[in-house]
């Protein structure tokens, strides 16, 4: 597509349920983030993959989070039992190694999660 | 470890007043640096790079930013702020390695422009 693009735009949840966040990246972007940004916050790293691997999941802040991605493409970041500190806007972004904008990080809108 | 620091959260300032916004980097292997602002309300977009060449880039904008090796930073200005630049900026690095590439951001500095 266009741009990155993560579904759905807002979730709320009740405490105690999972969730599971979509983002759809650029066409060709090898490389995919994740992070998480609470109210008046900066960004939190949460795991970086590079294809459908996972060189980088130091951020992820319990193992309550996972993350996969398939086909080079589609990833999925699961909560498992959501808390209430998990209330935060969770932001997708992507970038390619070769072409027109190299190395840039393109961002989705973000998926606002609020458990209650 | 590679790592980006901002060196400041928040930095309020007076319209028409300069402002530097002050990012520093670690690492030991060649280096992309990027700025990018996220408005009030919406997603983060790019503001400049520096990918090589000059090692002075500028925005559309009228900000500046400067890479010094030396000092490994990348500090980000504008001569004369506007109550429109309020906004969170933050500093990136792209590392790059025979396992691909990798894009390592700093906290953010929330530029507050006041009248």
């Known amino acids: 597509g266009a741009g990155v693009s993560q579904s759905p735009s807002n979730k709320v949840t009740e405490k105690g349920k999972d969730v599971e966040l979509r983002c759809d990246p650029i066409s060709g972007h090898t490389a995919l983030y994740w992070y998480r940004q609470r109210l008046g916050q900066g960004l939190e790293f949460l795991i970086y993959?590079?294809?459908?691997?996972?060189?980088?999941k130091s951020g992820l802040p319990s193992d309550r989070f996972s993350a996969e991605r398939t086909g080079e493409s589609v990833s999925t970041l699961t909560i498992q039992r959501t808390q209430q500190e998990d209330s935060a806007v969770y932001l997708c972004a992507s970038s390619s190694g070769s072409g027109t904008g190299v190395y840039q990080a393109f961002f989705g809108q973000g998926t606002r999660l609020t458990v209650v | 470890a590679q790592s980006v620091t901002q060196l400041d959260s928040q930095v309020p300032v007076f319209e028409e007043a300069p402002v530097e916004l002050r990012c520093n980097y670690s690492?030991?292997?060649?280096?992309?640096l990027f700025w990018y602002v996220q408005y009030p309300n919406q997603g983060l977009q790019l503001l400049l790079k520096?990918?090589?060449?000059?090692?002075l880039v500028e925005s559309i904008n009228g900000f500046e930013a400067e890479f010094n090796k030396s000092q490994t930073s990348f500090h980000l200005r504008k001569p004369s702020v506007h109550i429109s630049d309020t906004a969170e900026y933050f500093c990136?690095?792209?590392?790059?390695?025979?396992?691909?590439?990798?894009?390592?951001f700093g906290a953010g500095t929330r530029l507050f422009v006041k009248a």
């Open positions: 520096y990918l090589s060449g000059s090692t």
């Open positions: 993959f590079q294809g459908n691997s996972a060189p980088d």
């Open positions: 990136a690095v792209t590392l790059t390695g025979t396992g691909g590439f990798k894009t390592i």
């Open positions: 690492s030991s292997v060649s280096v992309y």
